[in-house]
């Protein structure tokens, strides 16, 4: 998406905009970020980020590391038994 073509739909419709306060993200004391919404005005899709490559160190640095697990794959061809 923050290269400009729509994740979803493959489509060259993305806008970016600025969110409104109330989505900033507190990072730690004194910290806060900016996130910025993403949206394919073709099909809808919408994806947020961070932008600030200093606010993303400081999560690293402060929040909880999320390891990967294995987990089971899911596709939409999945059904109910597998
Ligand atoms: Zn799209």
């Known amino acids: ?3 400009g073509i729509c994740r979803n739909c493959r489509q060259q419709a993305v806008f ?5 306060a109330d989505y900033a993200i507190p990072i730690k004391t004194l910290s806060v970020s ?5 949206i394919c005005a ?8 961070i932008l600030d490559a200093g606010k993303l160190r400081q ?9 990967p697990q294995d987990a089971p794959r899911r596709t939409d061809e999945d059904d109910e038994d597998g």
């Open 16 to 20: 970016k905009k600025k969110a409104d």
């Open 34 to 38: 900016a996130v910025y919404h993403f």
């Open 42 to 49: 073709n099909c809808g899709y919408i994806e947020n980020y």
């Open 59 to 67: 999560i690293e640095q402060h929040w909880e590391y999320v390891p």
């Open 1 to 3: 998406m923050k290269h």
